[in-house]
């Protein structure tokens, strides 16, 4: 089950849980109030055949899929691959990831710019809104396979902080204020 919680303050490994003291966990109701976040639970044994990644696929048009593994053994240019998916960023598309093996942490930003780090492991299907600026690290088990989804040609392309100007950015904040 993904959980959610506030980071602390330190900039030690990365691959940590971060907890503040004490812990401060957000519930996925608030998570998508605060980020914009979105969340389905899947049953990875059955994904293939039991329609429910196909109907979310057919609701939103996610016309595209391809799996990502994240391991020092099978990602090309690992450690700085690593280092890119850290780097505070943001996408002028929706970044949709459902993880089938290990975990790792999305950490988003809140709406008052608050890290927040939610923990993934196999069946969460997350999706970041375009415009939120994010990252992504391993945690201490230094492996993961995610299918990623994406509506018609992916783009990939990660434009990092400070992108306020963006259009995408600018409607992400209008959307999250207003409440939709
Ligand atoms: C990204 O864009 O940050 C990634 O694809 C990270 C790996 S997916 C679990
Ligand atoms: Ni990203």
Redesign the pocket.
Same mark, same amino acid.
């Given at each position: 089950m993904v959980q959610a919680w506030y980071m602390d303050d330190d900039h030690s490994d990365q691959r940590n849980e971060h907890h503040k003291n004490p812990p401060h966990f957000v519930p996925l109701e608030e998570l998508l109030k605060l980020t914009g976040v979105e969340y389905f639970k899947l049953n990875v044994p059955t994904l293939d055949t039991d329609g429910v990644l196909d109907k979310i696929k057919k609701d939103r048009g996610y016309t595209y899929e391809d799996e990502l593994v994240c391991s020092k053994e099978s990602l090309p240019n690992y450690e700085e691959k690593l280092k890119i %998916?850290y780097t505070e !960023? =943001? !996408?002028t598309d929706e970044?949709i990831r459902l993880i089938t093996e290990g975990s790792g942490y999305f950490d988003v930003r809140d709406k008052n710019d608050q890290w927040i780090r939610v923990h993934v492991v196999p069946g969460d299907l997350l999706v =970041?809104p375009s415009g939120i600026y !994010?990252? %992504?690290t391993l945690d201490n088990n230094n492996f993961i396979r995610a299918r990623r989804l994406f509506v018609g040609e992916p783009i990939w392309t990660?434009h990092n902080r400070p992108s306020d100007d963006m259009e995408c950015r600018q409607k992400y904040v209008k959307n999250l204020e207003s409440g939709k």
């Open positions: %998916f !960023h =943001l !996408h970044e =970041l !994010h990252r %992504f990660a």
